[in-house]
C-alpha cells in the first residue's frame, strides 16, 4: 500500500525567501505525482503535476522534481509571497489503480 | 478547462435527514469521479470512486448504504448522505478525471456538511 509523507508538517518563513517542500512515497510505480495547494476551508487547486517519465516541471515561481528511485519530489518556491500561505498535499496514484494517495500536507505561513 | 463544481458549498441538516451533493464535469466527460472527505487538519481520505453507468467502489471502513454514490452520466455524479449524524459532519470534496486522459485529477471547491 502506497504511504505518501511531506516534512515538515508546517512551515513559516518570511517574504521574499526561497523554500523546499518536501514529499516521499514508498511504491515508485507511479503513473504520475501531483502537487496541490488548499487553503483553509477550501478545495484543492493543482499546481504541477509530473509524469513518471519526467523529472521536473515549472509553472512561475513554482518547480517540482521527482526521484522515483528515491521516492521524492520537491516543490520549490522562488521568493515567497504572503499570498503563498496555504497547505500544500502531494499526491500519487499508482500503477493498476489510479487511486490517489494523498501525503499528509505542509503548511505554509509566509510572514510579511 | 477542466472545471469541477460542487453543490452545495455548504449544507447544514439536522441529524436523521438525508443530504445529497452533486458533483458536476463541466467542460469534459468523466467516466470516473472520486469523493473523499476531510476532517479538520487533515488529509484528504479517499470514500469511494464512481464510475458512469456502474455501481461504486467504497473504500475499506466506509458503509456504501450510508454513502449512496450515483453516477448517471459522464458528467454528473452524486453522494448522498443518508440518515446523517453529527460525526458525518466533514468536508466533502470530489475529483474528476478526464476520459483517457494521463492520470490528472481535478478537484471541485468542495462542500462542508454540518450535521445538528
Known amino acids: 500500500k502506497q504511504e505518501v509523507t511531506q516534512i515538515p508538517a508546517a512551515l513559516s518563513v518570511p517574504e521574499g525567501e526561497n523554500l523546499v517542500l518536501n514529499c516521499s512515497f514508498t511504491d515508485s510505480a507511479i503513473y504520475n505525482l501531483q502537487w496541490f495547494r488548499q487553503d483553509p476551508g477550501k478545495g484543492l487547486t493543482s499546481l504541477l503535476l509530473?509524469?513518471?517519465?519526467?523529472r521536473e516541471q515549472t509553472s512561475g515561481r513554482l518547480n517540482a522534481s521527482l526521484d522515483k528511485s528515491s521516492g521524492r519530489s520537491t516543490l520549490y518556491i522562488a521568493a515567497s509571497q504572503p499570498g503563498d500561505s496555504a497547505t500544500y498535499l502531494c499526491a500519487a496514484p499508482n500503477f493498476g489503480n489510479e487511486k490517489l494517495t494523498f501525503g499528509t500536507g505542509t503548511r505554509l505561513t509566509i510572514i510579511p | 478547462g477542466a472545471v469541477v463544481s460542487q453543490h452545495p458549498s455548504w449544507v447544514i441538516c439536522k441529524s436523521g435527514t438525508s443530504v445529497k451533493i452533486e458533483c458536476r464535469s463541466l467542460d469534459f466527460q468523466a467516466t470516473t469521479m472520486f469523493w473523499y472527505r476531510q476532517f479538520p487538519k487533515q488529509s484528504l481520505m479517499l470514500m469511494a470512486t464512481s464510475n458512469e453507468g456502474s455501481k461504486a467502489t467504497y473504500e475499506q471502513g466506509v458503509e456504501k448504504d450510508k454513502f449512496l454514490i450515483n453516477h448517471a452520466s459522464l458528467t454528473l455524479s452524486t453522494l448522498t448522505v443518508t440518515s446523517a449524524h453529527p460525526e458525518d459532519s466533514s468536508f466533502y470534496i470530489c475529483s474528476a478525471r478526464v476520459s483517457g486522459g494521463r492520470y490528472e485529477q481535478y478537484f471541485g471547491p468542495g462542500t462542508r456538511l454540518t450535521v445538528t
Open positions: 509530473i509524469q513518471s517519465s519526467q
